[in-house]
């Protein structure tokens, strides 16, 4: 059994309407895919016919775009001119799946077939689609005064227009849980923490974030009081 990340690949394309970067990166790795098999077929001749041997079962992990591009080499067993040969996807019902994978896919298992393009030689094998990437949480500190009483990051941001109430949180896919926990701290008049001077208090608020995969984050953020 095997895991495989699919690597980054970076690109200068000048953007297109109604296409985000995921999306460009996605079109730039199926064009370049189509266009070695296309060029393959003309060098058919070239080609050495051997035994396919496809993996039974492959983890594929989607990328921190939200996309996975399943390729022959994550597929198939040994050493293979990889230019000569073609993947596709099925779900078990046997309808066609997109190749890339996307974030609509996680949680599947799908029917994969490796093609020798010259000959029409195949094996099958099946893929598992994965979300192992935990979300991405950044928090900053507050700093307010005595006569604040609600410390609610909506009361902060938007009654006080606090722009650092709340985390920077974002994922690959989605985040369907941003939650929140408080410790208070009373101090002494006039007491200094973490450099910061004339406290009469602080919260600690360490905030959870969660994605569907159960991939979770968190970050410890300071209220200075």
């Known amino acids: ?14 953007p297109l309407v109604g296409v985000g970067v ?35 079962n492959v983890q594929i992990s989607l990328d921190d775009n939200g996309t996975a591009l399943v ?9 293979y001119d990889l230019q000569f040969y073609s993947v596709s996807i099925t779900a078990p019902s046997g309808a066609p799946v997109a190749n890339p994978l996307t974030c609509a ?45 609600n410390f609610s990051p909506a009361y902060l941001s938007g009654v006080l227009g606090i722009a650092n109430a709340n985390p920077v ?15 208070w701290f009373d101090l002494d008049c006039n007491q200094s923490v973490n450099g910061y001077n004339d406290l009469s208090a602080y919260i600690q608020r360490v905030w959870v974030a969660n994605d569907p995969s159960g991939n979770q984050s968190t970050c410890t953020q300071y209220i200075y009081i």
């Not at 895991?3 to 690109?11: A, F, G, P, S, W």
């Not at 390729?71 to 050493?79: Q, V």
């Open 71 to 79: 390729l022959p080499d994550h597929i198939l067993e040994g050493t």
């Open 1 to 14: 059994m095997y895991c495989i990340m699919n690597r980054k690949v970076y690109t200068s394309i000048h």
């Open 169 to 183: 949180a974002f994922d690959n896919c989605e985040i369907d849980l941003l939650a929140f926990s408080d410790t």
């Open 22 to 56: 995921s999306g460009l990166k996605s079109l730039f790795l199926s064009l370049l895919f189509f266009g070695i098999h296309q060029a393959s077929f003309g060098q058919c001749n070239l080609h050495v016919p051997v035994p396919l041997a496809c993996n039974d």
């Open 105 to 149: 896919n996680i949680g599947q298992t799908l029917n994969v077939k490796v093609t020798d393009i010259c000959t029409n030689n195949y094996c099958t094998g099946t893929i598992t689609v994965e979300d192992n990437l935990p979300p991405t949480l950044v928090c900053q500190d507050v700093v307010t005064h005595c006569a604040v009483t």
